[in-house]
T-cell receptor, first 114, second 115 residues
């Protein structure tokens, strides 16, 4: 079945460092790909999405490119801030499935030091 | 809009007790779902509904029941709580179709502890 694998955390960086969180997927169809963010004590919020190969999703300085050839959707940010500390989830949705369920990765906790 | 609301925020149960987690959304979304979040396992789908009167099982449905009598409400029932059901529960909703069919909106979560 469809699945998402993302790098294990926790990831700890200093402020203004470059961030990469790896995400790869397995899907039988042509999924849409997402990054969700969960701030402490809150529910998940959509950070960015991409719906087809070579699409780039971007939001709040974060970017991710849908790479069909490597089945990847890595999250990047050029200069992280303390306020980016959160748990990040990679996810996919296969629009061809009967209910378009969203499948989540296990999450990566990011901590940014001042 | 209040978005997706969940009650209670925290709950402690004893093994064998039953309870209902409430979820409501005011966005007229057709699709609603329940997830549980456990450390190191991400979110796992428990049950979902594609519209009023229609529900289906997700990845981990055992021990949980749902119903969808209205578009707005999607309660999750624990029939006989077990310690393995200690988790954080999230309700989510989204439009089934339209320009952005896959953007899910999540509630703030219910932290459940079963002793």
């Amino acid at each position: 079945g469809d699945s998402v694998t993302q790098m294990e955390g926790p990831v700890t960086l200093s402020e203004e460092a470059f961030l990469t969180i790896n995400c790869t997927y397995t899907a039988t169809g042509y999924p849409s790909l997402f990054w969700y963010v969960q701030y402490p004590g809150e529910g998940l919020q959509l950070l960015l999405k991409a719906t087809k190969a070579d699409d780039k999703g971007s939001n709040k300085g974060f970017e991710a490119t849908y790479r069909k050839e490597t089945t990847s959707f890595h999250l990047e940010k050029g200069s992280v801030q303390v306020s980016d500390s959160a748990v990040y989830f990679c996810a996919l949705s296969d629009p061809d499935s009967s209910a378009s369920k969203i499948i989540f990765g296990s999450g990566t906790r990011l901590s940014i030091r001042p | 809009n209040a978005g997706v609301t969940q009650t209670p925020k925290f709950q402690v149960l004893k093994t064998g007790q039953s309870m209902t987690l409430q979820c409501a959304q005011d966005m007229n979304h057709e699709y609603m779902s329940w997830y549980r979040q456990d450390p190191g396992m991400g979110l796992r789908l428990i049950h979902y509904s594609v519209g009023a009167g229609i529900t289906d099982q997700g990845e981990v449905p055992n021990g949980y029941n749902v119903s969808r009598s209205t578009t707005e409400d999607f309660p999750l029932r624990l029939l006989s709580a077990a310690p393995s059901q200690t988790s954080v529960y999230f309700c989510a909703s989204r439009i089934s179709g339209g320009a952005f069919p896959d953007t899910q909106y999540f509630g703030p979560g219910t932290r459940l502890t079963v002793l």
